[in-house]
């Protein structure tokens, strides 16, 4: 009751209200007396504030310390009170447009029929996405579903940061998970709204979430590859596995997206483009993050190598010395 | 009033009883004074809960207390003090080769959140923070494998070390990956527990991974 208490004896201080109430049942309102301030003039509203203040002044060296703090809280408090509560509208009106913003879009039932997949059906698309379809007249179906794309390229991070680290690889602006994240999330998103905006240039038929799906899953050779390829340091091994299962990944893409595309210039386009990302991106994870023995460059270059750049390791069975001076004498003779 | 005075109850509405209510037990009563209690029992009490969970993950059964009453502290003092011993675990004390401190957090708690997102999309029936909270305590057989390691790494950094390391990081890795499918997997589908135990085995296989390849400047 106390901040009502004060709100009464604000209103009757102000006496404008009152004196008008008072004056019987007239219904003619002077204006003059009003303090409806909405609307207003600056010159009212000066006046308004002076007497307010003239008001709190009065009443400030003649009370007591009650009616001073009561009368401190009730015209201030008056106004402090509207402003309040102004900003407790604020306050609610906001709150219950961001709950109604999130509940709709950081729902994440939004997702759900995308990850409604059994495991037999997972384990069935991977083994089919090596395999590419023969029938390219008419469209081939796409399931659009992320729970496998997603999967698969956490693997690839999974797998680049164990070939990253079994190479000893160096990477001076930047983290190795940060990397390793990067590039295959970098790859699989980046290249899939590249290969969807040629789609929609080219007219082909197919969704995103179709192009995702079917971009993840061509990286199911990608993962089988390196994961072998990082741990059998076999350079003749790597491009025999490049091709053969880069080359049947990239395939089975390929014949799907011609099998939803009309004309031959813009299957060429749509084609071409997907079939080189793809193979280059094998190669390029292989020889970035690979072990490679460059002892010699290593030697001979010394302490200003450009940044991101490859730090061999030390071959275990031949001593770092004897390396050095082979080099260097290497070097010389040349 | 007038009006009033004409109305009646009928007979067989009872209309005398007891009017308290019994209450059934006095606790929550006794939290909601829990302020007046001394600093020390608030504490003790936390750190009790935090050292049962800790019991449940190293002996799994199936039980549902570290479901019920999740927390996180447990999860931030094992994330925090395996950041810090993974931290600066480069060959070269110049450039970064080790992962800092600040990524080892980043991810274990985006990782927990990823596998959270995951079996809940997959149809889960565990909460956001129930998960959150399995997946870090089960963090705890690989910070004791981490602190094995260091002190093998202190005794020596050789073949045989690497091997000593290699199966107790894979052994506590196996036991981590066992322990919380033993709580995550029971909220799934059935048929779907292949589908959510495969990013819990990269998550720790990754800290493994991380733990394992940790060597000291």
Redesign the interface.
Known sequence: TGPSGTVRSGAAEWGGFEDNMQGGGSAVIDMENMDDTSGSSFEDMGEMHQRMKEEEEDDGEAGGADEEDGEFLGVKGLRGQLGRQVADQVWQVGKRQASKAFSLYAN?DI??PY?D???VQ?RARLLESMIPVKMINFPQKIAGEL?GP??LV??LV?IL??GM?TS?T???EG????TAIGTCFGYWLGVSSFIYFLAYLCNAQITMVQMLSLLGYGLFGHCITLFVTYNIHFHSLFYIFWLVLGGLSTLRMVAVLVSRTVGHTQRLILCGTLAALHMLFLLYLHFAYHKVVEGILDTLEGPNMPPFQRVARDIPAVPNAVLNTTAKAVALTL | FAGLADVSISEDIPVEGEISVPVGSHSPDEDYSTLDEPVKDTIMRDLKAVGKKFVHVMYPKKSSALLRDWDLWGPLVLCVSLALMLQGG???SK???G??FA?VFV?IWFGAVVIT??S????GTISFFQSLCVLGYCVLPLTVAMLVCRLVLLAGSGTVSFIVRLIVVMAMFGWSTLASTAFLADSQPP??K??VV??IF?FY??IS?MIL?FTPQ
């Open positions: 994440i997702l759900r990850f997949v059994e495991p997972v729970y997603l999967m956490f693997t999974a940061l164990h680290k000893d160096i990477i001076r983290t190795l998970m940060g | 480069s060959a070269d450039e970064d080769g992962p800092q990524e991810i997102l995951n809940k999309l997959l149809g048929n779907r292949a589908l495969y990013p990269l296989f990754v991974w390849t």
